[in-house]
Structure formats: structure tokens, C-alpha cells
């Protein structure tokens, strides 16, 4: 286990990350090479790569990202990116975010309405 500052250190990090995810535009069509390159990179500093996200089942990606000190908030905003990543004709990943979203509801022991409400827009998806 890492100690606190150490945690705080990993966690802020991952935030980072996180928020530069967040901040690329995923719209319906192709993913060009640089798009790709700028995907992977940030998917790197999370120890992940899109090959691991296509290759990996919901559990194994679940608990790769636990091992990774993602908290509760991370793990969402994780989920949150997955969603938006399957806007691109390349990937679709709202199983993977459905069942992260579904880990948080159960494995936090706090109802979220939040959570409730993004687990019931990812199953209108996969329809």
C-alpha cells in the first residue's frame, strides 16, 4: 500500500490524466493515427493502452484499474471516458463502462443516483 502522500501524489496524477482525457473530442467517425497516438499516450500514464482496453474482459479491467489506486470518483470518470470513447466508429466500450459503473454502485456500499442514472443510459446504448 502506498502511504498518503505518496497516494495523493498518484491520485492528482491520475486526475490529470483523467481531465486531459475528458478534454478530447470524441465525434462519430474514424479515428485518424494522430488522434489514435494522443489516446494511447494518455492511456499510457494509467499503465493501459487501447489494445488492453479492447483485450481485456470487464473484470480483468476492473481489477487492473484497482490495482492502479483508482478511487471511487476515478473509476467513474473512467467509465465517463469509455462512453465518450465509444462515440468513435473504432471502439465500443459501454459494456466496459457499464460494468465499472455497476462495480461502484455495489462495491462503494453508497447508492448513487448519479451512478444509478449513467448504468441506466449505458444499457439504453447497448440496446
Same mark, same amino acid.
Given at each position: ?11 492528482i496524477?491520475?486526475?490529470n490524466v ?6 478530447l ?8 493515427d ?13 499503465? &493501459? ?5 479492447? @483485450?481485456y474482459?470487464?473484470? $480483468?479491467?476492473? !481489477? *487492473?484499474? =484497482? ?14 471516458? &469509455? ?5 468513435? @466508429?473504432?471502439y465500443?466500450? $459501454?459494456?466496459? !463502462? *457499464?460494468? =465499472? ?22 444499457k439504453?446504448?447497448?440496446?
Amino acid at each position: 500500500m502506498l502511504n498518503k502522500g505518496l497516494r495523493d501524489n498518484e491520485s492528482i496524477r491520475i486526475d490529470n490524466v483523467l481531465k486531459t482525457l475528458h478534454a478530447l473530442d470524441f465525434v462519430p467517425k474514424m479515428l485518424n493515427d494522430d488522434e489514435k497516438l494522443e489516446i494511447e499516450n494518455q492511456l499510457q500514464e494509467l499503465g &493501459l493502452n487501447i489494445q488492453i482496453l479492447v @483485450d481485456y474482459d470487464n473484470e $480483468e479491467l476492473i !481489477a *487492473l484499474l =484497482i490495482r492502479n489506486q483508482f478511487d471511487w470518483n476515478q473509476l467513474e470518470q473512467f467509465a465517463d471516458f &469509455l462512453i465518450h470513447f465509444s462515440k468513435t @466508429d473504432n471502439y465500443k466500450f $459501454e459494456d466496459k !463502462a *457499464l460494468a =465499472i459503473y455497476q462495480y461502484i454502485q455495489q462495491e462503494s456500499k453508497v447508492f448513487s443516483f448519479g451512478i444509478n442514472a449513467k448504468i441506466a443510459s449505458a444499457k439504453n446504448k447497448q440496446k
